[in-house]
């Protein structure tokens, strides 16, 4: 036997389908508001050990994040309830030095090298001796500088390269002309468009 149950008429299935994606729509939309603060909030986390902030202070003065920042890691470092590896003496003059009003670039320095010696010269993320680094350890002993190129051309290499790439280019303008054909293709269509009538 078979079944002859009425099928629904195509503007109902139509109008069931955009319920169906709205409500699928808004259910993500739920979703993304929902769950987008926890994931926002996941590194806010802070460390409860001393060596730890002072070392994100040092990170934070080397890649120009505002003396605000600094002042707040090095405050939570000096809060934090493990002192333990920190000459708390030194990290309070590097926040003074930071709190400073009108602080120039030598006190910032001044103060990044208070940091580091607050930790006895080295850093608490710095590998140890025959082990690879891994998970968050960043595997190196020192915090770099920001990296902040020269614009333009700042000296004789620059100079040179620069040379080099217009001299390329116009070499290969200089070959492109040389060595192209004798014929356009448009000449080239014409003579067989001429051969067909023909």
Do not use: C
Request: avoid cysteine; aromatic fraction near 2%; charged fraction near 25%.
């Amino acid at each position: 036997m078979n079944d002859h149950s009425p099928r629904p008429a195509p503007q109902a299935r139509s109008r069931a389908a955009r319920y169906a994606t709205a409500l699928g729509g808004a259910a993500a939309g739920l979703l993304l508001t929902v769950a987008a603060p926890g994931v926002a909030r996941a590194d806010e986390v802070e460390s409860t050990q001393s060596t730890v902030l002072v070392e994100q202070a040092i990170a934070l003065i080397a890649n120009d994040a505002g003396d605000t920042r600094v002042a707040e890691r090095i405050d939570d470092a000096l809060a934090a309830p493990d002192k333990q590896g920190v000459n708390l003496a030194l990290a309070r003059q590097a926040l003074g030095l930071v709190e400073r009003p009108g602080e120039d670039a030598a006190a910032t320095r001044q103060a990044r090298v208070l940091l580091l010696d607050s930790l006895g010269g080295k850093l608490p993320s710095a590998p140890k001796g025959g082990r690879y680094a891994a998970g968050t350890e960043t595997g190196t002993s020192t915090v770099l500088d920001e990296f902040k190129p020269a614009r333009g051309i700042s000296d004789g290499g620059d100079a040179v390269l620069l040379g080099l790439a217009v001299a390329a280019v116009g070499g290969g303008l200089w070959l492109s002309r040389r060595l192209r054909p004798p014929h356009t293709l448009r000449e080239l269509e014409h003579r067989g468009a001429r051969k067909e009538e023909r």
